[in-house]
């Protein structure tokens, strides 16, 4: 029977959530990637390859493995011909590029002619081509924050979380170029029997996925408010309507996206509806 393999961030910043979509997913396997590098899964045909996020866009197009979990940025820096099957909504960052905090800066054109420090040569580059500015790249494996203030580049391009390193280098962000997460990512040609099992664990991840991104709500509604307010609720299909013991008043079941959950319970509220939950889901398969 085929197995898919998967590779994930041996150890890190993507480490714990990968494991845990994983395991989020109903899959289970061994739990110590110090010496083991790879764990087949006890209830799925799946098998848990643990890597450097650098190398797995480069495992992944050569069929070493089948599949990975990566951050967007390895994605595009390492341009690999795989597919991105997924954003997976965790491992969120930027990447900006930064300039000590008192240089003046009016725009990207204030780049132009500087030395920029970065690990990211490709995405950099094919951000400045679209601008049309040459810099002079410096390729810098590590520590990039630190080379402006040893005075071995004008500007950095790194990535940047909350931003606390930046402030604590004396550097200021001026342009955000990519907006970052973890993606899961696939060989280009799987064959029938691994996209198979492919589209299982996506079945799950997005089901667990879906649960994230939305409430259900149960509301009672004086029965005739219940045209006006299902508008409000497109839900799944329509929303479920059951009849309250006391007449004239019904019990209105449905879910809400995340995002506009707080408008919708406003309006929900200035039209009638009364006694509102709001609940959160275990699983949502649409
Ligand atoms: O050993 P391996 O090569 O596998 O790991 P790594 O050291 O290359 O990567 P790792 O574990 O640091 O990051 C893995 C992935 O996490 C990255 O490729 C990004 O997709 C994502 N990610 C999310 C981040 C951050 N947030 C982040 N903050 N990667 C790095 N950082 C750095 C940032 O550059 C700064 O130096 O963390 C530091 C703290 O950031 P601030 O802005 O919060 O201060
Ligand atoms: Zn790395």
Partial sequence: ???????????????????????????????????LLRAPANNFPLEIIFLRDDDIPDYVEGGVVDAGIVGENVLLEKAKDIRLVERLGFGHCRMSIALPKNSDYAGVQSLAGLRIATSYVRIL????????????IHEISGAVEITPSLGLADA?????GTGSTLLANGLREVETVL?????????????????????????????NQNAKNYRYILMNIPNERIADISRLLPGMRSPTILPLAEAGWSSLHSVVREEVFWDVLEQLKAAGAEGILVVPMERMIL
């Fill in 179 to 207: 907006e970052s997460e973890a993606v899961l990512v696939a060989h280009r040609a799987l064959s029938l029997e691994k996209q198979e099992i492919l589209d299982r664990l996506l079945f799950r991840v997005t089901a």
């Fill in 125 to 136: 580059e094919n951000f400045l081509a679209k601008k049309k500015i040459t810099v002079e």
């Fill in 156 to 160: 950095i391009f790194d990535i940047v």
């Fill in 1 to 35: 029977m085929a197995i898919l393999r998967i590779a994930i961030q041996k150890s890190g910043r993507l480490f714990d959530d990968s494991t845990a979509l994983l395991r989020d997913a109903g899959i289970s396997f061994g739990s110590s990637p110090n010496r």
